[in-house]
């Protein structure tokens, strides 16, 4: 049975959930966890610096949240696993998670080297894969949602991005084959696709290469989003409002992929 609407679209829209987000000390994936926290989840964040996470957890316990902080490289399977544990121990089973940890750098494919390529898959693939491989038994449990974070290199080809678009793609690839598998268990798997984000470390090297002007003008909407603004669709996507959604990979880009190539 469907709840009302007017149950669900309230200031406790994800209160008694816990949230898992990976990389979830800066940028849009604090965006999404502080979006989660002021909805009424808890939060377990992982990243691999430490200090940036214990900022971001201050910042989530003044919304109310309760949160847990675990350092770990989401390239390291045994690590992240750690971080789910101690999350159902000193929380709850996550019912919601996000594979957002991500690196980047810009280099021309002429002369990436192949550790470069290597690390940013292993960050971006291969750590999503980790993440979403030891959230299984709890969001089993749960009958949770999992959320990747791609990005519109996924979706065509960015200059000076070959590495991270092959890895997106990876991403929202894995994303359709979680979805397919573990939808019988109830948990449901989408992506969402940002596009330029304004105040991320990623769109700051990308905008110092090209100049501003030039995504503003990519842009049918005219300008950058807001981390909040991507925030605001993973709501939607972990939260009952989405309760038939599952296997979607979800634009947030101001319709930029409409205009062609990101160069
Ligand atoms: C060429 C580079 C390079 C660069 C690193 N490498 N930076 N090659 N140009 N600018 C190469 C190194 O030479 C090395 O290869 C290999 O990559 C591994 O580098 P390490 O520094 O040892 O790796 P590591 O410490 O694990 O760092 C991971 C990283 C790094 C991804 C390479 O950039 C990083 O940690 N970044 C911080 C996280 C981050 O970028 N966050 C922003 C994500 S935002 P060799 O051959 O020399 O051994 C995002 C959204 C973007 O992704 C949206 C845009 C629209």
New binding site residues.
């Given amino acids: 049975m469907t709840p009302p609407l007017t149950s669900l679209v309230n200031e406790r829209l994800l209160a008694g959930r816990t949230a898992f987000v990976t990389?979830g000390g800066?940028?849009?994936n604090l965006a999404i966890a502080t979006a989660f926290a002021t909805l009424g989840a808890d939060v377990s964040i992982c990243g691999?610096s430490e200090e940036r996470l214990l900022g971001a957890a201050a910042g989530l316990r003044e919304l109310g949240a309760r949160v847990v902080t675990s350092v770990a490289?989401v390239?390291d399977r045994a690590a992240v696993q750690a971080a789910f544990d101690r999350t159902a121990d000193e929380l709850a089973p996550c019912d919601i998670v996000v594979c957002g940890a991500?690196?980047?750098?810009?280099?021309p494919a002429e002369?990436?080297?192949?550790?470069?390529?290597?690390?940013?898959v292993?960050?971006?693939l291969l750590g999503s894969f980790h993440a979403a491989h030891a959230a299984f038994e709890q969001l089993r449990q749960t009958r949770g949602s999992l959320l990747f974070v791609s990005?519109?290199?996924s979706l065509m080809p960015?200059e000076l991005?070959a590495h991270?678009g092959a890895a997106k793609a990876g991403v929202d690839s894995l994303m359709r084959s979680l979805a397919l598998e573990w939808g019988r268990h109830g948990i449901r798997v989408n992506s969402i696709v940002?596009?330029?984000?304004a105040g991320?470390?990623?769109?700051a090297?990308?905008a110092d290469h090209t100049g501003e002007d030039l995504w503003n003008d990519m842009v049918p909407l005219g300008r950058f989003a807001t981390a909040e603004e991507i925030a605001q669709l993973a709501v939607v996507l972990v939260s009952p409002l989405a309760s038939y959604v599952s296997g979607a990979q979800v634009v947030v880009d101001g319709g930029m992929a409409l205009t062609g190539t990101?160069r």
């Fill in positions: 990389g800066s940028g849009v691999r490289d390239r991500a690196g980047n750098f810009l280099a002369s990436l080297s192949s550790n470069g390529f290597r690390a940013v292993d960050i971006d990005g519109g290199q960015f991005q991270v940002p596009g330029p984000v991320t470390e990623g769109m090297r990308l990101g």
